[in-house]
């Protein structure tokens, strides 16, 4: 079956730090890939995406690129801030069937002024 | 507007009371999710409804059940709580064929 494996939380960093999160999955064929974020209190919401090897999503100076060879979709931002606080989902989905996502276990990240 | 909305955003209650949980979203779309989120944060689907009917039913006791009135709600029924009841979940939304899933900002239910 569909897995996703994150790197376990939580991360604690200073502001301006480099992140990376990582995440590897096992699918067959070829799934679309998913970073979505959890702010305190609030529901996950997506903050990029890649449907095919070698794309890579960015958003918000989030950066992730889709790696078949390695079956990894690390999560980096060159330089984080306190606003960043939150938990980070990778994901994946199979288009065959339809929206449903698996989810990996979540990694906790706090920046810390 | 808030796009997926659900209430209660907390419940407590005690084991063995039956409570609902419900979910609206505004976007137009027809596929509609409950999503269960422990301590740990570890996030599963549920449930999945398409346009009212039910496609995904994972393993989840028979006291837990969905009902969908019309394609815009998805409303979920749990019978006879459970201390392992006690959770965060997230109602969710999509287009049939999207990949991007609506969440709601989710309910704290809280079984003492």
């Known amino acids: 079956g569909n897995s996703v494996t994150q790197m376990e939380g939580p991360v604690t960093l200073s502001e301006e730090a480099f992140l990376t999160i990582n995440c590897t999955y096992t699918a067959t064929g070829y799934p679309s890939l998913f970073w979505y974020v959890q702010y305190p209190g609030e529901g996950l919401q997506l903050l990029l995406k890649?449907?095919?090897?070698?794309d890579k999503g960015s958003n918000k100076g989030f950066e992730a690129t889709y790696r078949k060879e390695t079956t990894s979709f690390h999560l980096e931002k060159g330089s984080v801030q306190v606003s960043d606080s939150a938990v980070y989902f990778c994901?994946?989905?199979?288009?065959?069937?339809?929206?449903?996502?698996?989810f990996g276990e979540g990694t906790q990240l706090t920046v810390n002024p | 507007d808030t796009a997926v909305s659900q209430t209660p955003k907390y419940l407590v209650t005690q084991m063995g009371n039956d409570k609902s949980i419900k979910c609206e979203q505004n976007?137009?779309?027809?596929?509609m999710y409950w999503y269960k989120q422990d301590s740990k944060k570890f996030l599963k689907i549920m449930f999945s409804?398409?346009?009212?009917?039910?496609?995904i039913n994972e393993t989840v006791p028979n006291r837990f059940s969905p009902k969908s009135p019309d394609k815009a709600h998805l409303n979920l029924h749990i019978n006879s709580l459970e201390l392992g009841d006690s959770a965060v979940y997230f109602c969710?939304?999509?287009?049939?064929?999207?990949?991007?899933?609506?969440f709601g900002s989710g309910t704290q239910l809280s079984v003492l």
């Open positions: 994901a994946l989905s199979k288009e065959t069937s339809g929206s449903r996502l698996t």
């Open positions: 976007l137009g779309h027809d596929t």
């Open positions: 409804y398409n346009n009212k009917e039910l496609i």
């Open positions: 890649a449907t095919k090897a070698d």
């Open positions: 969710a939304s999509s287009r049939p064929t999207g990949s991007r899933l609506f």
